[in-house]
Nanobody
């Protein structure tokens, strides 16, 4: 089991940027494919982005493609989500998740370990 802690959320105006971090402990992060998900009030958990164990492949939801970038630093046991050109509809609690194995996952049930989440609020 790996423990995950997100940080970097906050309040930003539309068009602004934020960088989320997900710090892992307990196990080496390089053993896991990683994903970011988000959830806003009244909505289910939504896939945002995923990255393979090595960082060589990434995948994005259509709603964030071209604006968000997922990356990782296995030496620092950290995964990042750079969010640019933020929109009010990006407002949500963002959580990182770890998935054992090689392949990317876009469904929440594919991930076994989750962080508590960090709030991102984008004002219009």
């Amino acid at each position: 089991q790996v423990q995950l802690v997100e940080s970097g959320g906050g309040l930003v105006q539309a068009g602004g940027s934020l960088r989320l971090s997900c710090a892992a402990s307990g196990r080496t992060l390089s053993s896991y494919a990683m994903g970011w998900f988000r959830q806003s009030p009244g909505k289910g958990r939504e896939f945002v982005a995923a990255i393979t164990r090595s960082g060589g492949n990434t995948y994005y939801a259509d709603s964030v493609k071209g604006r968000f970038t997922i990356s990782r630093n296995n030496a620092e046991n950290t995964v990042y989500l750079q969010m640019n050109s933020l929109k009010p509809e990006d407002t949500a609690v963002y959580s990182c998740a770890a998935r054992e194995g090689v392949q990317l996952g876009t469904f929440s049930f594919e991930y076994g370990d989750w962080g508590q989440g960090t709030q991102v609020t984008v004002s219009s």
